[in-house]
């Protein structure tokens, strides 16, 4: 075939450029072939008959050779009823022909069928179609706590133009012949840039999902010649969110991102494709997944968090600089950097009011040359605050407080106890505690059997008198004198009692020292939050907050109706520290800290603002500068221990947890009763008509209550223990990435199975994550639960 051959030689001279060597058939001794400038040429050759045949040999340019097919094509076309112009509107060839041979002859992304004609008797009938195979590819990740899939927004053309798509998944034209798993491979790596070993380590294939259909279009540019598209989707899994390779599509925080297919410039026909994590529909979603994944607030954190991330990868691209935009999109990222550090404490920028720059007309700016006139104006400004904002007591304390803090140690670190403590708790007691203490699954109905009933006075006396002595030298029989009395103003309630509350106590407690809490905490911050635990529910009076304010009872008058039964809680307890002598040995700025992280405690598990609280902690925990060694931010995990110990029996071993739950379904009842007799609507659960409904409403408290915040607590946990972790340097892992934002953090040191937890030292994980999950399918799954609930309950 030398009309090929000379063909490559030409293309092969013709691609020379810059000054090139002297090459071969620059020979005189080849201008017999036309060489070098392509000149036709012929060929004698005289056969074995004698006669002689001439040749005529011409050189052909690639363009010339595509055309002289592309006529052809067009022609084959034209023979089975579809016509093509030949020229478009700007001389030159037809683009959408162009673009079918292209996919048909050269990439081999589609080809053309004949078919039998609909109309026979008709010349023009048409005899071919168009068939092309798709390869969609739903790629389903866990992003806090839900189902996510991956989608394309919108695509970027090679000239700049933009594609809007509507919940475009991962799609490919397949080529003639190939195997879609070697599709796959190839559109999560030419798309997504995921190479094949992080493939074959964090994706799977759901064989059980893989769907296939048809659909019929007409072809842009001939609507006589329709394309039949072969599409199979297939539904792909992502096992392990968190490995560092996935944090380039946005994994684990589920940000949006953008990726590069093909090479971007000029004739280059590269793309730029934006990329976002949508929830799942509901039947996506396992059993046992909550549908809780945030409130709007926490929508608004991720959003910025995306801004963030698109921003920055933005100005990672080489036009950027050239452009000179690089100043602008820095100064935007910093601005957006800003509200992600202002919403992150939501609470103190409400409140954050510059009341001295309102009055001296300047921000934040005090003169030390001050006259009387700006004496008086501090002054004025000084009311206004006190008055007219809201303060955070405990970390914003007055001038004078702040003289008596001087020379005053508070000590940091492990808890020392005092020497020649004296505990009243019999020896069987105090021997039961100290050995099953530290187990989550502690049984307290067995203890409460030992102690003859008094749980809570044993149990509050063996962590209080230590930590108040520690904390603010508190005598040991004031202490026992204090417990004593909150055990009698526990009311006999089937729920909310003492033993109730020495289940609190003992829960928040296991927790705080999980998550390494207590470890940071002052001696005044232990001491408060284990009396706010005994406290939190005293003078419970068996009825919840709606009840109170649907009945006009006279806390709800008291307290006008905003958290009425923990308002109560909290100022009896302050009540029963002042009349006990509690508070005799106690500073005025150690006072004034403890009030205020009691009633912050107590206030925490007032479940109105349940959803409200996980998702501020949730982007608190997101926040840069988070850290347990600041106050507030290890307040703010200790209100969320409190807070899951309050609800902690969902997630006790099932034999403690169908008992608790039994006693709170008989609480609901009887306030139902009541609400009934006064003529009340009857509360949500609270109808004892609904009784063989109580294993669905269980599950679904735990699913959509429980477990989003016990969720949130492991998840701080395994941030902590990684960031532990001693990198190749010597350097823990928090050490090294001081300057990377949280979520970052987490992309980059945690990388764990959800296979391994089981063997991890993971509490809050093995112990309680594991058990809700548990218990939550043992409530549906197993008939004779509901059955002996039932019965209990008669």
């Known amino acids: 075939r030398p009309q090929e051959r000379l063909c490559a030689l030409r293309n092969s001279t013709s691609s020379v450029s810059r000054a090139p060597p002297k090459l071969e058939h620059e020979d005189t001794s080849l201008e017999r072939l036309g060489l070098p400038n392509g000149q036709d040429f012929v060929v004698a050759q005289k056969c074995d008959d004698g006669e002689v045949k001439v040749h005529v040999w011409c050189w052909k340019s690639r363009e010339y050779e595509r055309t002289g097919r592309l ?52 010349p023009d009938a048409v005899t071919v179609r168009h068939v092309v195979e798709l390869l ?60 094949q070993a992080t493939q074959e380590e964090c994706f799977e ?46 994994l684990p925080a589920g940000t949006d991102f953008v990726t590069k297919e093909g090479q971007i410039g000029v004739h280059k026909g590269g793309k730029l494709h934006v990329w976002t994590w949508n929830p799942c529909d509901k039947e ?64 103190a920028t409400i409140g954050d009011v510059d009341v001295h720059a309102m009055v001296h007309g300047e921000k934040k700016q005090a003169s030390e040359e001050a006259d009387s006139t700006s004496v008086s104006g501090a002054a004025l400004a000084e009311f206004i605050s006190a008055q007219f904002t809201r303060r955070r007591f405990g970390t914003q304390l007055d001038a004078q407080v702040d003289q008596l803090l001087d020379g005053v140690l508070r000590t940091v670190g492990a808890q020392q106890e005092p020497n020649h403590i004296s505990l009243s708790v019999a020896d069987e007691v105090l021997q039961s505690i100290r050995c099953s203490g530290e187990s989550w699954g502690y049984d307290l109905f067995e203890l409460t059997e030992v102690a003859e009933g008094r749980i809570l006075e044993s149990l509050g006396e063996y962590f209080l008198v230590p930590l108040c002595m520690s904390a ?71 009825r919840n907050n709606q009840f109170c304010v649907s009945s006009e009872h006279p806390l709800a008058v008291l307290y006008n109706n905003s958290r009425v039964l923990e308002n109560m809680h909290a100022a009896a307890c302050w009540e029963l520290m002042q009349s006990t002598g509690m508070l005799q040995t106690v500073g005025v700025a150690d006072r004034a800290a403890l009030r205020s992280q009691i009633i912050e405690y107590i206030l925490a598990t007032d479940m109105s603002e349940h959803f409200e609280v996980v998702s501020k902690f949730r982007v608190k925990s997101d926040s840069p500068d988070f850290s347990l060694s600041n106050a507030q931010d290890r307040t703010f995990l200790a209100r969320m221990c409190i807070k899951a110990g309050d609800i902690g029996h969902s997630a006790l071993p099932w034999d403690l947890h169908e008992r608790w739950s039994v006693c709170c379904v008989q609480e609901f009842y009887e306030q139902g009763d009541e609400e009934r007799s006064l003529g009340l609507p009857v ?23 429980c477990l989003p915040l016990f969720e949130v607590l492991a998840d701080q946990e395994m941030l902590g223990m990684d960031a532990q972790v001693p990198t190749k340097s010597g350097a823990t892992a928090s050490q090294q990435e001081d ?45 004779e639960v509901t059955e002996r609930v039932t019965r209990l309950l008669a």
């Open 71 to 122: 006529q052809a094509f067009a022609h084959y076309l034209a023979s089975h009823g579809v016509h093509f112009n030949r020229y478009g509107k700007d001389n030159s060839y037809n683009k959408d022909l162009m673009k079918l041979y292209v996919e048909v002859n050269e990439l081999q992304e589609g080809m053309l069928q004949t078919i039998e004609p609909e109309n026979p008797d008709c």
């Open 472 to 542: 603010f030298n508190g005598p040991q029989m004031v202490t026992k004198g204090f417990i004593e009395r909150v055990a009698t103003n526990y009311y006999t309630n089937p729920y909310h009692n003492g033993l109730h509350a020495a289940q609190v106590l003992h829960s928040s407690m296991w927790l705080t020292r999980g998550l390494g809490v207590d470890e940071l905490q002052t001696n005044i911050e232990r001491a408060a939050f284990a009396i706010a635990a005994v406290c939190h529910d005293i003078k419970h009076i068996g």
């Open 683 to 705: 509360s949500p659960l609270c109808d004892r008509s609904a009784v063989g409904d109580v294993g669905k409403s269980q599950k679904g408290f735990i699913e959509f209550v």
């Open 284 to 347: 996506e979603e396992d059993d046992w997944a909550p549908l809780f994944s945030g409130t709007a607030f926490e929508e608004l954190s991720r959003g910025l968090h995306d801004a963030e991330q698109l921003i920055q990868q933005t100005r990672e691209h080489p036009q950027i600089s050239a452009l000179g935009l690089n100043s602008p999109l820095q100064m935007a990222l910093g601005k957006i950097r800003q509200c992600m550090y202002k919403v992150a404490d939501i609470d």
């Open 739 to 783: 300057d990377t934002p949280a979520p970052a953090l987490r992309r980059r040191i945690s990388s764990r199975r959800a296979s391994q937890l089981e063997n991890c030292p993971q509490k809050v994980q093995r112990h309680c994550i594991t058990q809700l999950r548990g218990n939550a399918r043992r409530w549906v799954e197993e008939p």
């Open 136 to 195: 969609r590819i739903r790629l389903i990740a866990e992003v806090h706590k839900r189902k996510h899939v991956l989608i394309a927004t919108e695509q970027v053309m090679k000239d700049g133009s933009t594609e809007r798509k509507v919940n475009q998944l991962v799609v490919l034209k397949m080529r003639k012949g190939e195997d879609w798993r070697k599709a796959a491979e190839r559109v999560l790596a030419s798309k997504l840039g995921i190479n």
């Open 205 to 250: 294939i759901d064989e059980a999902r893989t769907e296939c259909a048809e659909e019929r279009r007409p072809f842009e540019g001939d609507d006589r010649l329709q394309t039949l598209y072969k599409i199979r989707t297939v539904t792909m899994h992502v096992l392990d969110p968190r490995h560092p390779d996935l944090a380039w599509i946005g």
